[in-house]
């Protein structure tokens, strides 16, 4: 099986990785599509990769994984949607741009929401997998407990918090919540860990910098793949992001400020002020404990590390039953748009 690692944004690495260790372990082949402003980023430059759809287009393609809302429809292969998150509440997590031939979901939440929407437009399949990025989280369960242990030594800490909000504008808790940041940085013993989307506002990351440089206990991190610091902390803030419920996989407190969520299993408040004894709270008494068992159940049970297996099985044994999609059809307005962007 020939198949692309298709890249458009930095954090498709975390997620195709695990696809690409599958596919090595069963002896297929593969090349990355990254895009140009990615380049530098690209973690495997010694493997097959390009920049060029045209190059794409040659490669003759089995079956293309995508971590992103879009693929080029006239590349020959599978369109597997392997989604960048699972914010279900998220504007357009649930919106079919009919770009895809297979779904692989992370969880029942998911996976009869997008069978109900299979069934309205006949022209996809979806099957449950688990979702690849969060394989590492049983790969590397203890890996870091060591470093934990001498970072919280090293500033005289009892507990690590991350604070990880969305970039969205709309969304985002980061431009409000600096003041109520520095306040919790006021306990000495609590290491607070900074980590914000590649695409956050550049004034409101700067503003957190000059922060973490003059409080001694908050850490700006400037590494990219988040999954360390998730399994360091041992509560997290945000609000509406994606990355709240992987961190909720973990089993450990989450506290949201102002968040858009309809099934929250963590502590939400509109009211910043708060933040401090919600903290306190929560690292005493994780109250939702019952409630994020409910959670993990519906949106992603896998507990194995094999999600990466299973999509790299459901995709071969979808072609071996149906064969290899030459191109993808599509209306005008969603032909017209992939050609402009891609062709």
């Not at 895009?35 to 794409?56: N, V």
């Not at 590397?140 to 969205?168: G, H, M, R, V, W």
């Not at 440089?213 to 509406?240: C, G």
Request: glycine letters at 2%; charged letters at 25%; aromatic letters at 12%.
């Amino acid at each position: 099986m020939k198949c692309i690692l298709f890249c458009e944004n930095p954090y498709a690495f975390s997620i195709l990785t695990p696809i690409r260790n599958q596919l090595i372990e069963s002896g297929h082949t593969y090349i990355w599509y990254v895009s140009e402003d990615l380049k530098i980023e690209f973690p495997f430059k010694e493997e097959e990769y390009t920049t060029e759809i045209s190059a794409l287009t040659s490669f003759q393609s089995d079956a293309i994984f995508v971590p992103g809302n879009e693929v080029p429809s006239f590349i020959r292969g599978l369109k597997v949607q392997v989604f960048h998150g699972l914010a279900g509440e998220k504007k357009g997590h649930f919106r079919i741009r009919h770009y895809f031939d297979l779904y692989l979901t992370p969880g029942p939440y998911f996976t009869n929401r997008f069978l109900e929407l299979s069934s309205k437009y006949k022209d996809f399949e979806v099957l449950e997998t688990g979702w690849s990025k969060l394989d590492v989280f049983t790969e590397n369960s203890d890996l870091y407990q060591k470093e934990k242990s001498i970072l919280l030594e090293k500033n005289k800490a009892e507990s690590i918090l991350l604070y990880a909000p969305t970039f969205s504008p709309s969304l985002t808790s980061a431009p409000s919540a600096i003041q109520n940041i520095e306040k919790l940085a006021e306990d000495k013993h609590k290491l607070i860990l900074l980590k914000f989307h590649d695409l956050m506002d550049i004034t409101t990351v700067n503003r957190y910098k000059e922060l973490a440089n003059t409080i001694s206990n908050i850490v700006f991190i400037s590494d990219r793949n988040i999954i360390k610091y998730l399994l360091l902390a041992d509560l997290m803030i945000s609000d509406t992001s994606s990355v709240v419920y992987e961190f909720l996989l973990l089993n450990k407190p989450i506290i949201t400020l102002n968040a858009n969520s309809p099934k929250a299993a963590w502590e939400n408040t509109k009211d910043f002020n708060n933040l401090v004894a919600l903290v306190n709270k929560n690292l005493q008494f994780d109250p939702f404990e019952d409630e994020r068992a409910k959670i993990i159940a519906q949106y992603h049970p896998y507990r194995d590390g094999e999600s990466s297996k299973r999509m790299v099985k459901a995709v071969e044994k979808h072609i071996l039953k149906n064969g290899v999609p030459e191109k993808r059809s599509l209306s005008i307005f969603r032909k017209y748009k992939n050609n402009k962007k891609y062709r």
